[in-house]
């Protein structure tokens, strides 16, 4: 019975081993498919072939929306020259030494007699101002023209949050005082408060200023 069993016992060990042998095979072939998978994967992700909340979407939206470039004073606008509404007058405020922009808005720097660098961006929003000035009977109405020695972006970000710019101007007008409106003094102080409500609607709004001075068109106290 011994020598049966043990002749059994052989016969049966080769079917063993090949199945023993095919199921390596599958696990083997599951792994590499994996590990395929997996490099590929990474391959696609390093190439760029994968998209990303954080690669070159951004990269090439930053190409594509540039910020405002600085306009030199050769390229400035003049009248006759085909200049839309918004185009370039004279006289610029210079704001940094490259041609990157930098928001020193607000800021403007001499060069000397040879005149500014850099060229004005000259806009003149539409519509008066009108508000009481603040602890007084009286009220004031001012038109106001903004220049910026930026590119037409600027001025188009203005045009955009139009609404917030307003509403940040009648503040400013609303907290000024009789002696300010009545004084030369005066009213430069209430020019540079102006330009700084701008460019923070603007910032806030846009990530960048830009507005270098604000002009009175229009100046009536009542």
């Known amino acids: 019975m011994s020598d049966d069993k043990d ?20 696990v083997v072939g599951v792994l590499l498919l994996l590990g395929g998978g997996v490099g590929a994967g990474l391959y696609a992700a390093s190439s760029g072939l994968l998209g990303s909340g954080h690669g070159g979407g951004h990269e090439s939206a930053a190409e594509n929306h540039p910020g405002p470039k600085l306009v030199p004073k050769s390229e400035q606008k003049r009248p006759g020259d085909g200049a839309e509404d918004s185009g370039h007058g004279g006289g610029g ?14 800021m403007p720097t001499p060069i000397g007699d040879g005149g500014e660098r850099y060229a004005s961006n000259y806009y003149e929003l539409p519509k008066d101002f009108t508000s009481n000035l603040r602890d007084s009977v009286h009220v004031v109405q001012v038109g106001l023209a903004v220049s ?5 972006t600027v001025i188009r970000n203005l045009k955009t949050n139009d609404l917030a710019v307003r509403s940040a101007i009648l503040l400013t007008l609303g907290d000024t005082t009789e002696e300010q409106v009545f004084t030369s003094e005066g009213k430069r102080q209430v020019q540079r408060k102006l330009v700084n409500a701008i460019n923070e609607v603007l910032r806030q709004k846009e990530g960048f200023g830009g507005i270098a001075n604000v002009y009175f068109t229009n100046f009536v106290v009542q």
């Open 148 to 152: 910026t020695p930026y590119d037409d």
């Open 93 to 106: 405020e210079e704001h940094a030494d490259s041609g990157e922009a930098k928001d020193n808005a607000g």
């Open 7 to 26: 002749k059994k016992d052989a016969a049966k060990a080769p079917g063993k081993m090949a199945k023993l042998g095919k199921i390596i095979a599958m």
